[in-house]
């Protein structure tokens, strides 16, 4: 996988490290965690691959063949940092709504067809305010989750927009998912599946519906960009071609109510 520009063009020292989030993540992986700063950058070389059959060492200790990273974007209030949450910690954050503040991440190891692809999550700040600080992230990502809110129509009649800052700002090659959270709000739905599978179609960017609150479809959703990216990275002469959207929708589990 090719990557156009370098990625450490943000600087090395503590000006370059990302607003952070007063709330949301825990201090695990984050940019400020241990309230120091950090540079997450240095470790996501740009085509993901550490060194081919040296495993390296991540802040987690936790060993890992390549990694990527992989940002979280869409409206303030669709989910992402609770889908994240979800997705490091299995478990959902209830309660009142704390919106992040600029930037963080979280760092999770996935085995993927034997081979430990680490992915760095940035979870980004959906509001407005800070959409300057987003854009500078976009042109180093790997992956980008893009989520609404399936009982916030503006959250889905948004995801234009995201998709043209994303064409603007994101590498050409950028492996895009797009997501509709919170599922499990059934009476609350105001966004039927069909029509985020037809704006799916129509950017040609894999579907399915989520909820951080039940988990579903949460993993898939990591473990299927884990898999377009290690693929990419990884292609064997004889491998046949990894298949996301085909892999997606025979994966995708629906929310109980409308699968067909
Ligand atoms: N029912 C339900 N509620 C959810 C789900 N995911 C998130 N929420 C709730 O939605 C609200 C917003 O969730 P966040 O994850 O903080 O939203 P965000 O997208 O990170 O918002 P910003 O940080 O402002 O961009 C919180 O009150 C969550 O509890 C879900 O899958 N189901
Ligand atoms: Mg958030």
Not at 71 to 96: E, N, P, Q
Not at 206 to 211: H, N
């Amino acid at each position: 996988m090719s990557r156009k520009k370098s990625q450490k063009s943000r600087g090395g020292g503590s000006s370059s490290s990302p607003a952070t989030s007063a709330r949301n993540l825990p201090p695990k992986d984050g940019a400020r965690a241990g309230g120091k700063s950090c540079s997450p950058d240095s470790e996501v070389p740009v085509n993901g691959v550490v060194v081919p059959g040296r495993p390296s060492l991540s802040n987690s200790a936790e060993f890992y063949d390549m990694a990527f990273k992989v940002m979280l974007v869409g409206d303030s209030g669709v989910g992402k940092t609770c889908l994240l949450v979800r997705f490091k910690d299995g478990a959902f954050l209830a309660g009142s709504f704390i919106s992040t503040v600029g930037i963080d991440f979280r760092n999770k190891v996935l085995n993927v067809d034997g081979v430990k692809v680490k992915l760095q999550i940035w979870d980004t700040a959906g509001q407005e305010r800070f959409r300057s600080v987003t854009h500078a992230y976009y042109r180093d990502a790997h992956a980008l989750l893009l989520l609404y809110d399936v009982t916030n129509k503006t959250s889905f009649d948004n995801i234009q927009a995201w998709l043209t800052e994303i064409h603007e700002y994101a590498q050409q090659d950028v492996v895009v998912m797009l997501l509709g959270n919170k599922v499990d709000s059934t009476h609350e739905r105001v966004v039927k599946r069909e029509e985020g599978e037809k704006l799916a179609k129509e950017y040609g960017v894999p579907f399915m519906e989520t909820s951080a609150k039940t988990g579903l479809n949460v993993d898939l959703a990591f473990m299927a960009i884990g898999k377009e990216l290690k693929h990419r990275s990884m292609k064997l002469p004889n491998e046949p071609k990894f298949k996301l959207h085909e892999y997606v929708r025979k994966e995708v589990k629906g929310s109980g109510c409308c699968k067909s």
